[in-house]
């Protein structure tokens, strides 16, 4: 957190700093700018037409004076820790911590419940979290047993592939996430881990490979071409599979056949030993190419630079395809005479409230409100 100590002007800092060449200094000199401490570095936050500036450098190197703008405004949740990043050349760490890092930060994941055969006809199955959807016309997923890190050597399911171009993928839901964790055990080759995992293998349609009858959704694919991204531990075997059969549970269907997702309850993969149950986190935002939205740049210089409302409270207000007209607002002012005559902070603050229950007309109305 910032600590305020006192408001300042820009003769008592040194100008070489503060200008860095991105600001004339006549303009500078007519702005006042606020200096706040935290541990070794000076943190000045600048105000200048309609935008702010955070200038930061530690008190014994100067040399690491840098400028950002932001536009429009500066968030009061920026902290220390988005300036004082860690920064990682890839060929300079070790692949283990490397994928560490990926796999923390790229989360969460679906995962792919692969089931495959080998060239005898004995089943696999393993998940796999480097997966997604990949267009619709065709249908195509792509999912990666990538080469073990710790000792460069394929997956079964890789190989089975190449074998046989066919695999199913079966998502995976929460009430099978323990068993599918089960499954992910690196069994000898030949040891069926539907089997070890207590699934049921269910014969496919059009393809060789076994779906997971517990599976809430199963594709049946073709295998169209495998990608290597290189030869060595942790590279990425992407393989492309083109969906031929659908099979979905009638019990995660809503009232217009689509699926609820809610009712399928999938899990996700994430960094370490970490999942995630997606239905706890489920949140709905409008996608704003359903509607022309104004933008953030439309709204008023006094909105945008408020030490109240945060980037999400400006998305919010800049996703609606016009403001509420003046006998709207006059109307809900005299329902709302509490919000009449309110000060810049108090108004944003209710405003705010608004927002949190998704009323973006409301707050609109109410920051409107003479």
Known sequence: MFHKIKETRIKEIKTAILLNKKVSFRKFMKTNIKVSLYNSFVILIVSLQDNKYLLVFDKLRTEKTFLIKFRGRLSKQFTINQIRMLHIDPKEISTQKLHGYLLGAVAPRPIAFASTIDVDGSPNLSPFSYFNVFGSNPPIMIFS???????????????????????????????????MSLSSSEYPDGVNEFDKAGFTMLPSDKIKPFRVAESPVQFECKVNDVIFTGDEGGAGNLIICEVVKIHIAEDVLDENGAIDQHKIDLVARAGGSYYSRARDGFFE??????????????????????????????????????????????????????????????????????????????????????
């Open 145 to 179: 047993p990538a080469r073990r890190v710790r000792d460069n050597t394929t997956k079964h399911t890789l190989e089975n592939v190449l074998a046989t171009k066919e695999v199913v993928i079966n998502m995976v839901n929460y009430d099978i996430v323990q068993q």
């Open 285 to 370: 935002i409008p996608k704003p190419i359903s509607t022309l939205g104004i933008g953030v740049d439309a709204i008023s210089s006094e909105i945008r630079n408020s030490d109240t409302l945060t980037g999400n409270n400006l998305g919010m207000l800049g996703n609606v395809e016009q403001l509420p007209n003046e006998l709207s607002v006059n109307n809900f002012a005299k329902e709302h005479p509490e919000f009449v005559g309110l000060e810049t902070t108090k108004k944003h603050t209710f405003a705010q409230e608004y927002l949190k229950k998704n009323d973006v007309e409301s707050a609109w109305k109410v920051l409107l409100i003479k």
